[in-house]
Structures are given as structure tokens and as C-alpha cells.
């Protein structure tokens, strides 16, 4: 497969707005602005290395991921742990790349990563860019995607046990 071909890049999206899709009750684009305006923003001081650059030292602002994904209402049954991880979530920037997280990471339940959708990283609003993934329990920035254009939400599925003769 190419590096471009994640399972939503034909999905059309203004500058700097992402789409929300896949398994997901409430399907949506947002702006950079309206992940300012309807959730809680919370600030993270991060250093992450880069396999080019070296360690590289941010601060971001933005919601939570976690709450972001959850008011789009992924079709799992929230009260039920197992069936929350069974899902993940691939988040791909305009240039093709692109990374794949579990819901577990960030489900309170298990992982509880505070993973951020930054609005803002060092001072400058990313209004014009696109909201940037943040991951501070990463070593490395691989997953620091940039400009994102879409986060796609779905289960799991794992092929059935292969039957014995
Ligand atoms: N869209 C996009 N995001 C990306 C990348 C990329 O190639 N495309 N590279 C990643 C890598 S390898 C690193 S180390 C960080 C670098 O982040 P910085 O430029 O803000 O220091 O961005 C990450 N985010
Ligand atoms: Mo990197």
C-alpha cells in the first residue's frame, strides 16, 4: 500500500478542519477553532526526540482527545470495558502520514494518556495549519502528527480461529 493510502484521504476537508468518521454515531469536521470553543483546554510541556533533529522541547494547549472522540459517540458500549478495547483510531496529517492509537490509551480505565488535539503549540494558534496529535508519554515525535485531516474510529476486527482438521 502506499504511504498515502490511509482508509479516509478522499474525504474533503477545508484547511485546517479534520474530519471525525468511521464507526462513530455522530460523524463530524472541526475546525481548529471549535476544538478551542466546546471542550476543556488542557496545557502539556513536552519534549519528544526526532530521529533528524534531536530532542525537541513544545508546549501545547488543546482538548483531550478522549473527549473529543467520545462526545462522537463510538459505536462501543461505553459501559463495557471489554468491548471499548476493542477500538482504535488512525490519525492522518495532509502530507499522508499517519499513525494508529488504541482507544485503551486513552480510556481512563486503562492507558489514561493524556493525549491532546493541540489548538495552540508554542504561542502561535494553529487555526491555518490544523490541530497537531500530541502524545507525552511517546519517547519519540513520530506520532506528533501535524496538520491532521482526518481521525478514524473503528473496531478491531481479528479473523476468526482458523478451524482445525
Ligand atoms: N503530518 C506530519 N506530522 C508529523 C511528521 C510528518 O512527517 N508529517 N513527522 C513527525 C516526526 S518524525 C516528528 S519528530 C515531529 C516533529 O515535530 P516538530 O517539527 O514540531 O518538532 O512531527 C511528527 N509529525
Ligand atoms: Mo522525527
Known amino acids: 500500500m502506499s504511504r498515502t493510502g490511509t482508509p479516509t484521504r478522499t474525504i474533503p476537508v477545508r484547511a485546517g478542519a479534520l474530519a471525525l468518521c468511521g464507526d462513530i454515531d455522530r460523524p463530524v469536521t472541526l475546525t481548529v477553532a471549535d476544538l478551542r470553543e466546546h471542550w476543556e483546554q488542557h496545557k502539556s510541556d513536552v519534549v519528544f526526540d526526532c530521529a533528524t533533529n534531536g530532542p525537541q522541547r513544545h508546549t501545547f494547549t488543546g482538548p483531550l482527545l478522549r473527549d473529543v472522540v467520545g462526545d462522537a459517540r463510538p459505536a462501543?458500549?461505553?459501559?463495557?470495558?471489554?468491548?471499548?478495547?476493542?477500538?482504535?483510531?488512525?490519525?492522518?496529517?495532509?502530507?499522508?502520514?499517519?499513525?494508529?492509537?488504541?482507544?485503551?490509551?486513552?480510556?481512563?480505565?486503562?492507558?489514561d494518556t493524556p493525549i491532546l488535539l493541540a489548538t495552540r503549540l508554542d504561542g502561535e494558534e494553529l487555526d491555518s495549519v490544523g490541530s497537531q496529535l500530541v502524545v507525552p508519554s511517546d519517547r519519540c515525535g513520530a506520532r506528533y502528527i501535524s496538520a491532521i485531516r482526518s481521525i478514524w474510529v473503528g473496531a478491531c476486527r481479528v479473523p476468526e480461529e482458523p478451524s482445525r482438521p
Open 76 to 111: 462501543f458500549d461505553p459501559r463495557r470495558r471489554k468491548d471499548r478495547s476493542r477500538f482504535l483510531l488512525a490519525v492522518s496529517g495532509g502530507d499522508g502520514h499517519h499513525t494508529v492509537l488504541s482507544w485503551a490509551e486513552i480510556d481512563a480505565d486503562f492507558g
